[in-house]
């Protein structure tokens, strides 16, 4: 059983920060990569960022500059910082995480969603 948990979300005026965490808990063997997704109302989902476990990160050209991704591997966490937050950034944000479990080499899960509210 693997589960994944997000906090941190809530509602932010326009230009203010706002931290999200990931952690994921269960029969893990090791984590390949974690990051979030994110989808706005009427949306597709979309990727935010990701960071691989020997730390290559990606970015969605949108948060460039604004959003940081970084992980705690000790606690399998992954965070993201937002900074400069726009009203477009509204949107439920999903983490995801490509695991090694006992029955698989890589298997993707998914968190529940974290509300994300940026108001001008």
């Known amino acids: 059983q693997v589960q994944l948990v997000e906090s941190g979300g809530g509602l932010v005026q326009a230009g203010g920060s706002l931290r999200l965490s990931c952690a994921a808990s269960g029969s893990i063997f090791s984590i390949n990569a974690m990051g979030w997704y994110r989808q706005a109302r009427g949306k597709q989902r979309d990727l935010v960022a990701t960071v691989t476990s020997s730390g290559t990160t990606n970015y969605a050209d949108s948060v460039k500059g604004r959003f940081t991704i970084s992980r705690d591997n000790a606690k399998n966490t992954v965070y993201l910082q937002m900074n400069s937050l726009k009203p477009e950034d509204t949107a439920v944000y999903y983490c995801?995480?490509?695991?090694?479990?006992?029955?698989?080499?890589?298997?993707?899960?998914w968190g529940k969603g974290t509300l994300v509210t940026v108001s001008s």
């Open positions: 995801n995480a490509d695991l090694i479990t006992a029955s698989y080499y890589g298997i993707q899960y």
